[in-house]
């Protein structure tokens, strides 16, 4: 009962084009998303962990229902954000919703 009201509200409540959400394509995929850049705090700890990285990557995360993926990024696979190329940093499933961290090098997200 509580996963089918959960599910429910991905769409209507967690992404929510009259909110936040807006339409991406994901590997030629077009999705309901949330695209956002790293908070002041997420850029501090990624520098704790990757100095050069902080300077030279373009870091975005996506929220996005996993039922609209064909299948799961995982762990330093490329994926096509709107045109951009990322490889992915991290990915999770909470629930529904897929929460992926790309980042891209150089200049558009593209590789250098």
């Known amino acids: 009962m509580l996963k089918d009201l ?5 769409n209507s409540v967690f992404l929510n084009m009259d909110e936040f959400a807006e339409h991406h394509s994901i590997d030629g995929v ?3 998303a949330v695209v956002e850049g790293l908070t002041s705090e997420q850029h501090l700890e990624v520098a704790g962990r990757n100095m050069d990285g902080l300077l ?5 995360v996506v ?3 996993s039922v609209d993926l064909p299948a799961r990024p995982m762990y330093g696979d490329t994926v096509e ?14 629930l529904g919703i897929v929460t992926l961290t790309l980042v891209g090098n150089g200049y558009n997200g593209e590789f250098l």
């Not at 959960?6 to 991905?10: K, N, P, S, T």
């Not at 030279?56 to 975005?60: I, K, P, S, Y």
């Open 30 to 32: 077009d999705v309901v």
């Open 56 to 60: 030279t990557a373009e870091r975005v």
């Open 81 to 94: 954000l709107d045109n951009r190329n990322y490889i992915v940093e991290n990915s999770s499933d909470d």
């Open 63 to 65: 929220h996005v229902a």
């Open 6 to 10: 959960i599910a429910r509200d991905v």
